[in-house]
């Protein structure tokens, strides 16, 4: 594997999702439906995965991603790989977009590795280039399940988060330098007794762990939880700005914001491609703020891109390497 040296400045990421190129779609199917192993799903998942790393690299991402080519859903995904839970029916997210919501019928366990044998694939073709590990979140996961084990919120997050330690202290045994918790419930109810309720779990999750360590969150009421989520024992949040139009860039300095910032410089619903110009510019506008250096801002898409067409994602990521050289030369 080849070494890559980050840029010290604006260095470029993807939160980790991509669109499901047509390999992956058809070994989700087949094990889904019982006519594959794990073993055998993690064989036939590798060229899409492959897709993925390449358009990534074309695309001049430094710290790219498997795309979750594997992951039917973000939850489910997780939930079918740790004991203590059962597939349930299917729920209506929003629009046409379903998904089986899992059941938790008993205590949540870690059994053995879940992303780490895509990870070290990922790793062996992305040409020295780190590759993000992601993680849904204990809230999340709790969120998105039916409880019929625990009946107690606490106590079934704090057992998400245990297993979840486990998977990263396999990923980080293998080399693993970026390991992010997503979140995206969290900003769903944003209350104060919730965010404490999970620094307990992220406590539990990163403490003592030699890699850096990142919690995405998006949407929804996020400036609400910004001054509850600050001692937060991790070196970076990452979140949507670009959708929201920056509105969260005052909230993050009126408390004085000093950790890295995984920055959302293009809308993951919006099918228009921003242009270099247009990111560049959010980017100035972040860097005139004055409350935090180039050194600790990280450009990305605001969430995970699977929902768009790939030429657009790809379009978007490029644009965004290009923006971030341009930033580099001025900032």
């Known amino acids: 594997m080849s070494s890559y040296e980050l840029p010290k400045k604006f260095p470029t990421t993807v939160v980790g999702s991509y669109p499901k190129l047509a390999q992956a779609e058809k070994a989700i199917k087949l094990r889904k439906g019982g ?5 055998e799903f993690k064989e036939l998942i590798k060229p899409a995965i492959k897709e993925v790393v390449e358009d990534h690299l074309w695309a001049g991402i430094d710290i790219i991603s498997d795309g979750e080519q594997a992951r039917d859903d973000m939850v489910v995904y997780f939930a079918d790989r740790l004991r203590g839970y059962s597939p349930g029916d299917w729920v209506r997210v929003f629009d046409n977009e379903y998904f089986r919501k899992p059941i938790v019928v008993g205590k949540i366990e870690w059994v053995e590795p879940i992303t780490v044998e895509i990870w070290e694939y990922a790793s062996s073709i992305s040409h020295g280039r780190p590759v993000k590990a992601t993680i849904t ?9 039916f409880d019929n084990y625990y009946r107690d919120r606490k106590e079934l997050m704090l057992d998400l988060a245990h297993a979840i330690r486990r998977e990263i202290e396999e990923l980080v045994k293998r080399g693993v330098r970026y390991v992010q918790i997503d979140e995206p419930a969290l900003s769903t109810r944003p209350f104060k007794e919730e965010v404490d309720m999970l620094k307990e779990a992220m406590d539990i999750i990163f403490r003592g762990v030699e890699a850096k360590r990142i919690v995405h969150i998006c949407y929804g009421r996020i400036e609400k939880i910004i001054p509850y989520i600050l001692d937060y024992p991790v070196d970076q949040f990452d979140l949507e700005m670009k959708n929201s139009n920056f509105r969260l860039v005052p909230y993050l300095k009126e408390y004085s914001y ?7 410089v293009v809308d993951v619903h919006s099918l228009q ?11 100035d506008a972040l860097m005139r703020e004055g409350f935090i250096g180039p ?4 450009l990305k898409p605001d969430c995970g891109l699977k929902r768009l067409p790939r030429e657009v994602a790809r379009e978007k990521l490029r644009n965004i390497s290009e923006a971030a050289k341009l930033a580099r030369s001025e900032w």
């Open 295 to 298: 050194e600790k801002v990280y």
């Open 273 to 283: 491609v921003e242009s270099v110009r247009e990111i560049k510019e959010a980017v």
């Open 137 to 145: 979140g204990p809230y999340t996961m709790l969120e998105w399940s």
């Open 35 to 39: 006519q594959i192993t794990e073993v």
């Open 258 to 264: 000093n950790k890295e910032l995984g920055y959302g």
